[in-house]
């Protein structure tokens, strides 16, 4: 398993494509950006390869998700946006090259039924992991709790299982975030051998309070040891708050990880 840098999170302290380079010093062996569509895509290509660090992950546009609003990917109404959305991150993903995108469920919509809105969001799916296919990018979506995004559409492992078997395409995966399932106290382990084979990627914070591991309460070398047994080997995505906003101060955990994987 190797390990890559948020850095929509990790050494915010610096313009982003600087943070490209922090990362790799400071031992990550890729980044993922959640939202980098300000950026143009040349310059992060470049960036990416003057580092020589792989670009793991970016979330797919969101509308107005980050406002608070029900972002694209499960709102009827806006199937056009959606459309022009997709083919936006079509256009960065060729230039980038993302191992994956993450296609964001967001939340419910005012007026929209949940079977309505499931479905609208299964159907745009499929259509991502096709089309991402050719490109030979990965599709991922998400479970995120509903303490922190109240109305959040898919929030547990068994929600997200059920995603995984409605969309039914092989290059659609779950994107399984620790600290979004400690934070509802759900049973980590139990939603990796629950998700077993069908995990593209891992994020992680600690909880409570969304720091670096060992600052909470979770058992990261029992986790750890879990997703090894389940047969995953892939990354391993911080995507934390450091205490302090000091990144570098916080990686700690980091040699633990490391002698793990």
């Known amino acids: ?8 999170l990790l050494f915010d302290d610096q313009p982003l494509l600087e943070r490209i380079v922090a990362a790799a010093a400071a031992g990550f062996d890729g980044v993922e950006i959640q939202f980098p569509y300000e950026v143009p895509a040349i310059r992060l290509k470049e960036a990416l390869e003057r ?7 970016i979330n797919f546009p969101g509308g107005d998700f980050v406002q608070g609003g029900p972002g694209l990917a499960a709102v009827p109404e806006r199937q056009a946006d959606f459309d022009a959305a997709l083919q936006q991150a079509l256009t960065y993903a060729a230039m980038v ?4 995108v993450n296609v964001l469920p967001g939340r419910l919509a005012d007026g929209v039924e949940r079977q309505q809105a499931l479905a609208t969001l299964v159907d745009n799916l499929r259509r991502a992991a096709q089309a991402f296919q050719t490109l030979g990018i990965g ?3 998400e479970a995120i709790n509903p303490l922190d995004m109240p109305g959040f559409l898919i929030n547990t492992p068994a929600q997200l299982q059920a995603l995984l078997q409605a969309v039914d395409h092989p290059n659609f995966q779950a994107q399984y975030d620790l600290y979004h399932m400690a934070r509802q106290g759900l049973e980590l382990r139990e939603g990796i051998e629950r998700l077993r084979g069908r995990i593209g990627h891992v994020q992680f914070a600690d909880h409570p309070g969304r720091g670096a591991p060992g600052t909470g309460e979770v058992d990261f070398g029992a986790v750890l040891a879990a997703l090894r047994d389940s ?6 995505g911080a995507e934390y708050r450091p205490v302090g906003g000091d990144t570098r101060a916080s990686l700690g955990w980091m040699p633990a990880w490391r002698d793990f994987s």
Not at 51 to 57: E, H, I
């Open 97 to 100: 090259r993302p191992l994956f």
């Open 51 to 57: 580092a020589g660090m792989p670009l793991v992950l």
């Open 1 to 8: 398993m190797k390990l890559s840098a948020n850095l929509s």
């Open 139 to 141: 599709v991922l979506s």
């Open 231 to 236: 047969g995953y080997g892939g990354w391993l």
